[in-house]
């Protein structure tokens, strides 16, 4: 029903920004704005978090680490998502995974999403 596609990854120095976009294509029929959408993310050798969240209505899910420092948006009209990366950290260094849930409503459980995008990685030196 829905696939995804993140762009927007590279390699950046601490401290520096950058902003990760995710495309939704949807089958005829279906609409993107009632789906949960989020950003997870994998550093290698750990398993993968949630990083954001947004719900049906707008409403937000930030993880501790990132409060403060990223941004997540969805702008229903394109079908995207977006997370603006703020005051990047080595830590912020994952595989970042766009994400959809046909529930709408905001969860930071992972079984709430039934849609994954192929990830882009993210990289940031001290």
């Known amino acids: 029903q829905v696939r995804l596609a993140e762009s927007g990854g590279g390699s950046v120095q601490a401290g520096g920004s950058l902003r990760l976009s995710c495309a939704a294509s949807l089958s005829w029929g279906y609409a993107y704005g009632p789906y949960l959408m989020g950003w997870w993310r994998q550093a290698l050798g750990k398993d993968r978090e949630i990083v954001a969240a947004?719900?049906?209505?707008?409403?937000?899910y930030y993880a501790d680490s990132v409060k403060d420092r990223f941004t997540i948006s969805r702008d229903n009209a394109k079908k995207m998502l977006y997370l603006q990366m703020n005051k990047l950290e080595p830590d912020d260094t994952a595989i970042y995974y766009c994400?959809?849930?046909?529930?709408?409503?905001?969860?930071?459980?992972?079984?709430?999403?039934?849609?994954w995008g192929q990830g882009t990685q993210v990289t940031v030196s001290s």
């Open positions: 947004v719900g049906s209505r707008y409403s937000t």
């Open positions: 994400a959809a849930g046909s529930s709408g409503r905001l969860s930071s459980l992972e079984s709430d999403y039934g849609y």
